[in-house]
Each structure stands twice: as C-alpha cells, then as structure tokens.
C-alpha cells in the first residue's frame, strides 16, 4: 500500500494513503492533533494514576510517542498498547521528522523496531505492548490470546481485566477518595457483601449505577466463582464491603486467593481502615502490631486463642461487636491483667467518635455502668520486657567483650574496639571497658 509524506498546516509531517484516500493525521497539523486529542483531552483528562491505553492504529507512534512524553513529566505510569495491521517500516517513519534530538531519535526507533506482542518498559514511566492485528479479530480472539486481560471500553481507554479492593468510608462519606469514586465509576460490575449498603453509597455519592453481584460470608465459594469467571472474560470489578477495606478479617481474602491462583491482577485503592485509624489514635505503641481480628463467640475457644497471646509484645488489635463488649474486657483482664492499658475507638470518623484510653480494669468497670454502643475497636498494649537478671547481662558482656578481642586481634587499639562493640551493641561502654580490663589474660 502506497504512502506518501505530506506536510500539515502546523509544519508537522503526515502520511497520505492514496488508494484509501485518507491522512493519518488532519491536514491541519499533526502534531497539534495528537498533542491536543490524545493528550490533552484524553490522556491529561484522566484521573487514573496509571493509565491502560489501547491505540487501535499504531501507524507512526505519535501518538505513542507523545504519551511516552508525558508520563515521563508527570511521572504516572502508563500502559500502552497499539495494534496496527500495517505496520510501518522505521525507514519511513524517520523521514517524517517528528523528533530532532540524537538521543530521542534512538528511543523513539527503538519504540518502532521492538518485538511485537511483548510488553516492554522503554521508559521508568512509559511501557509498551504492540499488536499486529485487525481490532475485530483481536476483540474476538483475545480470551485465547497472552493479552486476555485486556478489555475495551466504550470511552476509548483500556483497563486490565483486575480486581479492585476499593476501601469504602466507614462513616464520614467524605472519605471516600476521587481514586475510589473513579474505579466505581468506570469497573463493569460491583462484588458487594450487601448490594443494598453499597447502592446507598452510590447513591449518595452520586455514582453511576452499577451491575451488582452480592460476596459475602455464607456464599464466597459459589460467587468467588461467579466474579472470577467474568474476571476472566475481560471484565473489571470492585470488590466492597458495607464499610472499609474489603478482604481485611472478610471473606474478599478468598476471592484474592482465588485470583492470584489465575494470574488475575489485584489492585488495591487505599482509604478507611478501622483497625489502622484506631490504632494511630491510642496513644499505645505503633510500630509493632498484630491484628487478631474478632474473637470467637465460643467462650473455650476465645479463651484458647487469648492464651496463645500471652507472651505477645507487639501492640493488639481486636474488633468486637457492642453486645460482646463487656465479655472480652473480662476475657482479656483474666489472659493479660486489669493493669494492662487499652485503647477503646467507637464509631470512628461518625458523629458520635469516641476514643477511651484505660486499663482493663478501669475499662470492665466503666462498661458495667455505661451500656456499650456502636463497633469497637480495641488496642491492646503488649507484654512488657521481661527485665535483664544479672545472668543474662554477665552472657552479654562476655560476648561482647569477646568481640572487642577479635577486633584487638585484627589491630585496633583497645579503646576503640571497645567503643565499637558498645555501639553495636548496646553494652554500655565503661561497664565493657572495665569487663575486659578484669579478664585479661
């Protein structure tokens, strides 16, 4: 098929098909074609932080290129496929001088002389999958082909074929995130413990309504399934939960599992956790933690797992209902003692937030006169450090004085071996010193 090289009204270059009697490009300019459809009403108008393009067209890369641009200035993480049945031979694609610098020109013909159908990463930001195929064929074979996850859309773009985990606010409806509200927006269909929860939210969000398909407890198997099987068929869904971060202490674990078990893309869209929200607001250490989730209705068994917590030093989470509150304080005061400190979230991000801060003792006492209300959530303080016996500190100084010795043997002076170890160590240096002065031989 015959090209021919014509100029466009902003000097930019495009191709003439003869037999087709169509451009490539609007005679107006290609460049400000691509620049303003593609990028600035397309790509920039998008708020996804990475972006899964479909090009049905490849032809010069322009385009492509143009994106490339782009994602490297904003820094998000683009996802380009082209198809293109004819594809162009870089020798004509050069003659069209779109780009000028030597360092570009490499990359831009390294763009057009790559494999095709393999998806390669040309640019921190930028990566690239092209497609030699008629769109219809493709559309059509796709679900037997390496490229499957991907999926069409009416608006042009392109998604993979994921599962988002989309946090929902567990109060304040302002905490749902723009990034939230868009994968709402744009997913085929919803996975939702209660369909009816989740349409409120739309609803009250303004959402688009969406198909929904109801994922809760009592039916994970059968419609984990049922959500994988239109996973694989091309289609996107958002998993929920009535309030925040679905397959946290919920029945999503399994539909994850079960995706990752078929190469299916998981995504999560951060926002409200109540366990991590309580436990940034209890005043009790954060930088250690386990989360133990509710605890058994089965007095034996909730009693069993709390004696497996005994030696616990990292802080605990637990949930617990209102009607089983004062149950658990008094469990939790008989496993780990009435001296034991506990932060107590109510209601968070809701009207009525409530954070108390006690020990369990002040805590069975306050909730025997004031009935309790609302989910809470509990943190737990953990075990204390068992003080050091004087054995134990006598082990330590000897190993480290031991230390200090090989490093003598290798030329250092006493002094600063000693100052050395006690920095690596923790040993204190004169009680070191003084040790090794005392055992030397």
Known sequence: MERIIERTDDGSATLFVPELNEHYHSTKGARTESQHIFINMGLKASAAPSPHILEIGFGTGLNAWLTLEEAERSGRNVHYTGLELYPLEWQMVEQLGYIEQPAAIDLFRAIHTSPWEEEISFTP????????ADVNEWITQRSH???????????????????????????????????AREVLSTVDFIAAEDTRVTQKLLNACELPKKPMISYYEHNRRARGEAVLEKLLAGETCAL??????????????????????????????PGCCAAVCALAASGLPTGRWCFEGFLSVNKKARREHLDTLQGEKRTMIFYE????????????????????????????TKLHEQTLRMTLDEAVAYFDTNAPRGEFVLILEGAPDEPETEQDEAKRLASAAEAVRR?????????????AVSAETGVKKNALYRYVLDHEE
């Open 240 to 269: 929920v939960t009535d309030a925040g971060t679905p397959a946290v202490s919920d029945p999503g674990e399994d539909l994850v599992a079960l995706c990752a078990e078929h190469d299916v893309p998981v995504i999560p869209i």
């Open 125 to 132: 930001h930028f990566t690239l999958c092209k497609v030699q």
């Open 321 to 348: 209902a209102p009607h089983k509150l004062c149950a658990t304080l008094r469990d939790l005061r008989d496993a780990f003692g009435g001296d034991r400190r506990l932060s107590l979230s109510r209601e968070l």
């Open 145 to 179: 082909s390496p490229l499957s996850i991907l999926h069409l859309r009416n608006s042009g773009g392109i998604e993979l074929s994921t599962l988002y985990l989309v946090a929902t606010p567990i109060g304040n409806l302002s905490d749902l995130s723009p990034r």
């Open 407 to 419: 490093r003598m043997e290798q030329g250092q002076t006493q002094k600063d071996a000693v100052k």
